[in-house]
C-alpha cells in the first residue's frame, strides 16, 4: 500500500512524500513525483527518515524523572500515572500562580498545523486554562516584518518564476544543504548567479560570482547598490512614481550610502559593488532569493526591509522572474485563528519570546513560570545562551513537560517525558514557506509503543482535568477541516498536495517610507544597523549543517558519521594569527561560554569570519554546543534571535588547558 504524507520538517520545500506500507510496517520512503518541487527525490537528511522512526533510541512509553534534573534517568510509568500527575500538578500551578505561570514552548520539530508548528497543536487547551501565549521569535521574525513593512505582506515571489529571471541574486542563503529542492527553479533558469555570503557555501561555489561581506552589512551593501543604480539614472521613474511611497525621503537616504562607504562597512572591493551594481541596472527581471540566515543579526529586519526596496527601485516588482524570495507563508489563505481558537482566553495573557528562555525561566516580570511544556523543540541545543537555559530547566520549583521522540539534551531535565508520534504515524498538513503547495499528511501506520499525537495527548489531558470546553475534543479531522476552510480539502487529502495562487505583491505600494515601522518604533526608512555583539574576537556564523535539520537527526548514527567531528572554519590568515593548524583541536569562548572543536583552516570564510554547523547534541560534543556562545540578545524588528552576531575567541586547546594549569599554579 502506497500513502502519502509530507515532510514535516522546518525546511522551505514542504515536501510530499509517498510511504510504502506492507502488513502495517513501513517499509519504504520517497518523494512524490508528482508534487512539482520534491519532484520525486527527498534529502541526504530525510532519507534516513525510516531509520529514526524505528530506531531504538525512540521514546514509546510515558517516563518520570528519578535522577537530578539534567541527568537524564527516568522510570517507566503509564499514561494514566503521567496524565495524573500532570494534571494535578496544572491544576495547583492555576490556582496558585494563575494560568500565565504555564509556558507551552513550542518548536520547529514538526511544521505541521495540527500536531506542531510553533504554537497551533494544544494551543486551544492551553488558552482554557489561560496560558501565558508563546511568540515563536527563534526562526524568522525579524526578516518577516522587515519584508512586511515594505510589502504590506510577508509573501514575496512564486521561486518558480525564477524561470523568467535573468540575474539572480542568492543572498544570504544556502538552498543546496536548507532546501535543495529550490535550487532547481534556479538552476533551470540559466539566469546568472552572484552568492552574496560572508561564508563561500555549497550554493556559493555553483554561483557564476560570489561576493563575501562581512556578516550583519546587507542593508549597507542593498543601498549601495540602489546608490549605483540610481547615479547611473536607472532607477525606474514610472514605476516609483506609480507603485511607491516615500520616494524622495527614500533617495537622500540612499545618497548617503556611496560605494566608498559601502565598501568600509561591508570589507568588499569598491570596483565589485559598483559592478554588481551595474550589473543589476542593466538586467531586467532580477530576481533575490534571501532566506533566514542573513537576518539572525542585530540589524536582520533592516536587512530585509532594504532587499524588499531594491526591486522597487529598479520595477522589478512589476515583471514576472523579478522580485524578492524570502517566505511564501503570506500567500496561504488558512483558518488559523479557528484552528487556535484565542477567543477561548479568560482573560489577555502576557507572550513570552521563544528566544528568551533562559531570562523567562529565571528573571521575567509578572507570575513566575512554573510549568513549562516542550513541545517539538529541542531548546538546550537550539536556543541562545545554552548556559542560562540549563540553569532554567534546572530549577527545583519548575514542573517540566516535554513531548518528544528522542531523548534530547532537553528530555534531560524533564520531570515527566510523554512519547510522540512522528509524522508517519499521525494526521496533518502543512503549507511550504518556500512555494505555494499545501501539503496533506496521512497516517500511515499505527504509533510504536504507547506514542500519542500532540492533538490526543492533549484531548486526554483535557479529560483528565475536567475541561469541558467542546473544542477541546474535536478531532484530527475536524481540525484541518476547520484550518482548511474554504480550500478544496478532498482534493489535497486525494493528490496529496495543492497550489494556492500567489496573493498580489505588493500589496498597494511598496513602502520606501514605513508607517507601520514608524509606529513599532523604527526609522521609517530603510537604515544600516550594525552588529552588536562588542569585542574584536572573529564573528561566528553558525548556520545550517548539511546532515542536520536544526537538532533534529543529531543522533543518527549515519548522518553523524557523514558530518564529522564538530569542526570550526577559519581563514588561514586568522588560523596562523592564533598559531592553529588545519586539524588542530580548538576552543571557541566568549564571557557566555565556551565549547571545543576542531580547526578547519580554509579560505572558505573571508578573514574576521568563522563557521560551524548547527545542529549538534550537547551530550555527544562534551557538554556544549554553539549556542553556549550565543547571546540572548533582541534582533531589531519582533525580538528575533541574533545567532550569527557572535564574538568569539579561538584558541588551541592544548594552549587553553595550559593556560589553566598556569592559572591554577601547577604549570
Ligand atoms: N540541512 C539543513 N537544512 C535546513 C536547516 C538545517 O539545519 N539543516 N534549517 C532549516 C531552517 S530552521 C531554516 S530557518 C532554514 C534557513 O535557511 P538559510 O537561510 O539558507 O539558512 P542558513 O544556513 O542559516 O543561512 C544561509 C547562509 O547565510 C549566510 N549568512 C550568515 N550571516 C550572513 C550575513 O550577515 N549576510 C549574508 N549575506 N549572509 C549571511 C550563512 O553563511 C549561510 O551560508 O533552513 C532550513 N533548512
Ligand atoms: N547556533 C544556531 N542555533 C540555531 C539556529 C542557527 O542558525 N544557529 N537556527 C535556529 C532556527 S532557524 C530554528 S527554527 C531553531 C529550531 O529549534 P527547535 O525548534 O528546538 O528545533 P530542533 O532542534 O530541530 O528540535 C525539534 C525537536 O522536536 C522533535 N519533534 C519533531 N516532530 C515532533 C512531533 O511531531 N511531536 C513532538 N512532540 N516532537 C517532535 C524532534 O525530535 C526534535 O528533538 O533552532 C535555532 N537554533
Ligand atoms: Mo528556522
Not at 499521525?426 to 510504536?448: C, K, M, Q, T
Request: aromatic share 6%; charged share 25%.
Amino acid at each position: 500500500m502506497k500513502v502519502l504524507g509530507a515532510c514535516p520538517l522546518d525546511c522551505p520545500d514542504g515536501c510530499s512524500w509517498v510511504v510504502d506500507v506492507e502488513d502495517g510496517v513501513a517499509v519504504g520512503l520517497r518523494g512524490n513525483k508528482a508534487h512539482p518541487v520534491t519532484r520525486g527525490a527527498l534529502c541526504v537528511k530525510v532519507n534516513r527518515y525510516l531509520e529514526q522512526l524505528k530506531s531504538d533510541e525512540r521514546i514509546t512509553f510515558p517516563m518520570r524523572r528519578v535522577g537530578r534534573k539534567g541527568e537524564g534517568r527516568f522510570e517507566r510509568i503509564t499514561w494514566d500515572e503521567a496524565l495524573d500527575e500532570i494534571a494535578t500538578r496544572l491544576h495547583g500551578v492555576v490556582a496558585e500562580h494563575g494560568g500565565e505561570a504555564i509556558w507551552p514552548f513550542h518548536g520547529t520539530g514538526s511544521l505541521g498545523y495540527i500536531q506542531g508548528l510553533e504554537g497551533f497543536s494544544g494551543r486551544r487547551f492551553f488558552n482554557v486554562l489561560g496560558a501565558s501565549l508563546h511568540d515563536p521569535t527563534i526562526c524568522s521574525v525579524a526578516g518577516t516584518l522587515g519584508v512586511k513593512y515594505t510589502l504590506g505582506t510577508s509573501g514575496g515571489m512564486d521561486p518558480e518564476d525564477f524561470v523568467h529571471s535573468k540575474l539572480i541574486l542568492l543572498w544570504g542563503t544556502n538552498p543546496l544543504s536548507s532546501g535543495h529542492h529550490g535550487w532547481k527553479f534556479i538552476q533551470d533558469s540559466g539566469a546568472y548567479t552572484v552568492a552574496i555570503d560572508p561564508v563561500r557555501s555549497r550554493t556559493a561555489e555553483r554561483c557564476d560570482e560570489h561576493l563575501a561581506p562581512l556578516p550583519g552589512t546587507d542593508a549597507a551593501l542593498a543601498l549601495g547598490l540602489m546608490h549605483v543604480i540610481v547615479s547611473m539614472g536607472a532607477q525606474d521613474d514610472a514605476f516609483i512614481a506609480e507603485h511607491t511611497v516615500g520616494w524622495d525621503e527614500f533617495r537622500t537616504r540612499i545618497a548617503e550610502f556611496t560605494p566608498d562607504r559601502v565598501a568600509e562597512i561591508t570589507g568588499l572591493p569598491v570596483e565589485r559593488i559598483v559592478a554588481l551594481g551595474e550589473r543589476i541596472a542593466r538586467t531586467r527581471p532580477t530576481a533575490i532569493r534571501a532566506s533566514q540566515g542573513m537576518q539572525r543579526h542585530a540589524g536582520g529586519g533592516m536587512a530585509l526591509r532594504a532587499l524588499a526596496c531594491l526591486p522597487g527601485v529598479t520595477g522589478d516588482w512589476a515583471i514576472p522572474g523579478g522580485g524578492l524570495h524570502y517566505s511564501t507563508s503570506g500567500h496561504f489563505d488558512l483558518n488559523t485563528a479557528g484552528l487556535v481558537r484565542f477567543d477561548l482566553l479568560p482573560h489577555p495573557v502576557r507572550t513570552l519570546s521563544m528566544t528568551r528562555l533562559g531570562e523567562g525561566l529565571l528573571e521575567t516580570e509578572g507570575p513566575p513560570v512554573k510549568a513549562l511544556f516542550v513541545i517539538a523543540a529541542n531548546p538546550v541545543g537550539s536556543n541562545p545562551d545554552q548556559r542560562g537555559v540549563r540553569r532554567g530547566l534546572a530549577r527545583e520549583d519548575l514542573f517540566t513537560v516535554v513531548l518528544e521522540h528522542f531523548p534530547t539534551d532537553t528530555v534531560d531535565y524533564a520531570d515527566i517525558v510523554l512519547p510522540a508520534t512522528m509524522q508517519p504515524e499521525h494526521l496533518d498538513v502543512l503549507a511550504a514557506y518556500g512555494n505555494l503547495y499545501l501539503v496533506w499528511n496521512e497516517p500511515a501506520v499505527p504509533p510504536p509503543g504507547e506514542c500519542r499525537s500532540t492533538t490526543e495527548t492533549f484531548r486526554q489531558l483535557a479529560r483528565r482535568m475536567g475541561l469541558t470546553e467542546p473544542a477541546l475534543y474535536d478531532s484530527d479531522e475536524e481540525l484541518a477541516a476547520q484550518l482548511l476552510k474554504g480550500h478544496d480539502l478532498d482534493r489535497l487529502r486525494r493528490e496529496g498536495f495543492l497550489k494556492v495562487s500567489p496573493r498580489p505583491v505588493p500589496v498597494d505600494k511598496v513602502r520606501f517610507v514605513s508607517d507601520r515601522a514608524a509606529m513599532a518604533g523604527h526609522d521609517p526608512l530603510p537604515a544600516y544597523i550594525p552588529p552588536a555583539d562588542p569585542g574584536d574576537g572573529l564573528v561566528l556564523i553558525s548556520a545550517a549543517s548539511h546532515y542536520f535539520l536544526n537538532t533534529t537527526f543529531g543522533n543518527n548514527p549515519e548522518l553523524r558519521r557523514r558530518a564529522g567531528d564538530p569542526m570550526v572554519t577559519l581563514h588561514p590568515d586568522d588560523a596562523a594569527a592564533r598559531g592553529i593548524a588545519d586539524g588542530d583541536r580548538i576552543t571557541v569562548a566568549n564571557d557566555r561560554g565556551s565549547f571545543e572543536a576542531i580547526a578547519e583552516v580554509s579560505d572558505r570564510v573571508r578573514p574576521g569570519v568563522a563557521a560551524t554547523p548547527k545542529g549538534r547534541w550537547a551530550k555527544h560534543s562534551g557538554g556544549s554546543t554553539v549556542n553556549a556562545t550565543v547571546a540572548e540578545r533582541d534582533s531589531d524588528f519582533g525580538g528575533g534571535a541574533v545567532f550569527h552576531d557572535n564574538r568569539v575567541r579561538i584558541t588551541p586547546r592544548v594552549a587553553a588547558a595550559r593556560l589553566d594549569a598556569v592559572a591554577a599554579g601547577i604549570d
